[in-house]
């Protein structure tokens, strides 16, 4: 019987395949409005480029933790149709390159907010799901953040239950769905103090809230977060 985990391997590998041949076929085209690329254009067409330059900005959300507490979350990005398939193509499409292009409106989002001693700690996936893309987006996300802030990234939590894609359910279901799902990795959860989550995408506000409880039962101070869009 072939191992299951080989299989997994050649099954994305034959995926690779054709999309590579498909790509010699196809001319490639914006993953965001299905302009024909031109030029030296990878993923975004330089009209998606510009667009989303100018609707960068800095911006807030707060999430309430319980205890009278809040997370305060920098984004730079709402989360319309153009962002909605930029990042579903870089976490779906196998794209994880496309994290160079908004990790420095990320940046421009957090400015000069993040303490000295602040470690980068990506929202995790579950183990099953990473052997699945080959990647992490927001992990991706944090090493490019951590490269520009000179920060360090510190993959402290785990996702340790396997849940049903948020994006697949309603507002009131994606609150349970992430209960107790996150938990933090020991010994390394130990001595960290300051802490900035990083993630793609914030909807309801119910994965941060729980990394963020996570992060404080293991004994993290000062807790904040980032993404690249979120939703109203």
Same mark, same amino acid.
């Given at each position: 019987?072939?191992?299951?985990?080989?299989?997994?391997?050649?099954? *994305?590998?034959?995926?690779?395949?054709?999309?590579?041949?498909?790509?010699?076929?196809?001319?490639?085209?914006?993953?965001?409005?299905?302009?024909?690329?031109?030029?030296?254009?990878?993923?975004?067409?330089?009209?998606? +480029?510009?667009?989303?330059?100018?609707?960068?900005?800095?911006?807030?959300?707060?999430?309430?933790?319980?205890?009278?507490?809040?997370?305060?979350?920098?984004?730079?990005?709402?989360?319309?149709?153009?962002?909605?398939?930029?990042?579903?193509?870089?976490?779906?499409?196998?794209?994880?390159?496309?994290?160079?292009?908004?990790?420095?409106?990320?940046?421009?989002?957090?400015?000069?907010?993040?303490?000295?001693?602040?470690?980068?700690?990506?929202?995790?996936?579950?183990?099953? +799901?990473? *052997?699945?893309?080959?990647?992490?987006?927001?992990?991706?996300?944090?090493?490019?953040?951590?490269?520009?802030?000179?920060?360090?990234?510190?993959?402290?939590?785990? +996702?340790?239950?396997?849940?049903?894609?948020?994006?697949?359910?309603? +507002?009131?279901?994606?609150?349970?769905?992430?209960?107790?799902?996150?938990?933090? *990795?020991?010994?390394?959860?130990?001595?960290?103090?300051?802490?900035?989550?990083?993630?793609?995408?914030?909807?309801?506000?119910?994965?941060?809230?729980?990394?963020?409880?996570?992060?404080?039962?293991?004994?993290?101070?000062?807790?904040?977060?980032?993404?690249?869009?979120?939703?109203?």
């Amino acid at each position: 019987m072939i191992n299951r985990r080989v299989a997994q391997r050649v099954a *994305r590998q034959a995926g690779l395949l054709a999309k590579e041949v498909f790509s010699l076929l196809v001319p490639p085209l914006c993953v965001a409005c299905d302009r024909r690329l031109t030029g030296e254009d990878r993923w975004l067409c330089r009209h998606c +480029k510009i667009a989303l330059a100018c609707e960068a900005r800095p911006m807030t959300r707060l999430i309430e933790i319980g205890g009278g507490r809040t997370l305060e979350v920098r984004y730079c990005l709402r989360y319309t149709p153009r962002v909605s398939r930029l990042i579903t193509e870089m976490k779906y499409g196998d794209k994880p390159g496309l994290a160079n292009l908004l990790v420095p409106l990320v940046a421009f989002a957090l400015g000069d907010r993040i303490p000295p001693g602040t470690a980068a700690v990506p929202v995790p996936v579950h183990a099953s +799901k990473r *052997r699945e893309r080959g990647y992490n987006q927001s992990r991706i996300l944090a090493e490019g953040l951590a490269g520009m802030k000179g920060l360090h990234v510190c993959d402290m939590l785990v +996702k340790s239950r396997m849940t049903v894609s948020q994006t697949t359910l309603e +507002k009131d279901r994606r609150v349970s769905n992430v209960v107790g799902c996150f938990r933090s *990795r020991k010994p390394e959860s130990f001595g960290l103090d300051r802490a900035l989550l990083v993630d793609d995408v914030v909807t309801t506000g119910s994965t941060l809230r729980e990394c963020a409880l996570a992060l404080l039962a293991a004994g993290t101070k000062e807790i904040s977060a980032c993404a690249v869009a979120a939703s109203l």
